[in-house]
T-cell receptor
Framework: AQSVTQLGSHVSVSEGALVLLRCNYS??????LFWYVQYPNQGLQLLLK??????LVKGINGFEAEFKKSETSFHLTKPSAHMSDAAEYFC????????????FGTGTRLQVTL | DTAVSQTPKYLVTQMGNDKSIKCEQN?????MYWYKQDSKKFLKIMFS???????INETVPNRFSPKSPDKAHLNLHINSLELGDSAVYFC??????????????FGPGTRLTVL
C-alpha cells in the first residue's frame, strides 16, 4: 500500500535558519509526490510537486524538494526561514491508476522563532 | 473569486442530527474530493467524483453520502451524526482524474462539532 512517513511532528527553527522537513515514501511503482502547506484555519495550498520530470523541484515561497529514489525520500527545504513560514506541512503521494487518490503523511508543524 | 468554496465554515450540532456540507468549484475541473481531517491533523480521503460519477469510496460509514448534482458541485450529507464525526472536512478539486500529478485545489474547510 502506498504511504508516506513524515519524521518529526514538530520542527522549530530560528528565523533565517535552514528549514528541513523530512518525507519518506513506500512504493513499488513510480510515485508522484507533493508538499502542501496549511496555514492556521485555512485549507491546503500546494507548495510543489514531483512528477518525474526533474528530481530537484522548486516551489513557491522559496521552498524546494529533491526526489531521491535510492533513499525513497522527498525532503522539503528552504535556505532561510521567515516568520510567515510557520504552518503545518504535509507530504502526499499518489500513483498512476489510483484515480489521483492522495495519501497524506501525518504532517509536520513548523515553528519559526526570532 | 474563490476557487473552491464550502458552506458552512462552522457547523455545531447535536448527536443524531442530519447535516449537509456544500462545496462548489469555479475552476472548470472534472474531479472533486472530500477529505476528513481529524483532531491530530491527519488527512484522509473519503470520496472522489469525476464528472458526477463516484470513483473513490473509502471505508466510510454509510451515514455519509456524497451527492454531485453537476461537476461543479459536490455535497456531503451526514445522517445520524456521532461524536466521532467531529472533524474538519475539506473539499478539493482537480482538472481530471487521469493525471495523478494534477494539483488538487482545496477549499477552506468546514469545522464540524458534534455535541
Amino acid at each position: 500500500a502506498q504511504s508516506v512517513t513524515q519524521l518529526g511532528s514538530h520542527v522549530s527553527v530560528s528565523e533565517g535558519a535552514l528549514v528541513l522537513l523530512r518525507c519518506n515514501y513506500s512504493s513499488s511503482v513510480p510515485p508522484y509526490l507533493f508538499w502542501y502547506v496549511q496555514y492556521p484555519n485555512q485549507g491546503l495550498q500546494l507548495l510543489l510537486k514531483y512528477t518525474s520530470a526533474a528530481t530537484l523541484v522548486k516551489g513557491i515561497n522559496g521552498f524546494e524538494a529533491e526526489f531521491k529514489k535510492s533513499e525513497t525520500s522527498f525532503h522539503l527545504t528552504k535556505p532561510s526561514a521567515h516568520m510567515s513560514d510557520a504552518a503545518e506541512y504535509f507530504c502526499a503521494v499518489t500513483y498512476t491508476g489510483t484515480a489521483s487518490k492522495l495519501t497524506f503523511g501525518t504532517g509536520t508543524r513548523l515553528q519559526v522563532t526570532l | 473569486d474563490t476557487a473552491v468554496s464550502q458552506t458552512p465554515k462552522y457547523l455545531v450540532t447535536q448527536m443524531g442530527n442530519d447535516k449537509s456540507i456544500k462545496c462548489e468549484q469555479n475552476l472548470g475541473h472534472d474531479t472533486m474530493y472530500w477529505y476528513k481531517q481529524d483532531s491530530k491533523k491527519f488527512l484522509k480521503i473519503m470520496f472522489s467524483y469525476n464528472n458526477k460519477e463516484l470513483i473513490i469510496n473509502e471505508t466510510v460509514p454509510n451515514r455519509f453520502s456524497p451527492k454531485s448534482p453537476d461537476k461543479a458541485h459536490l455535497n456531503l450529507h451526514i445522517n445520524s451524526l456521532e461524536l466521532g464525526d467531529s472533524a474538519v472536512y475539506f473539499c478539493a478539486s482537480s482538472a481530471d482524474v487521469s493525471g495523478p500529478y494534477n494539483e488538487q485545489f482545496f477549499g477552506p474547510g468546514t469545522r464540524l462539532t458534534v455535541l
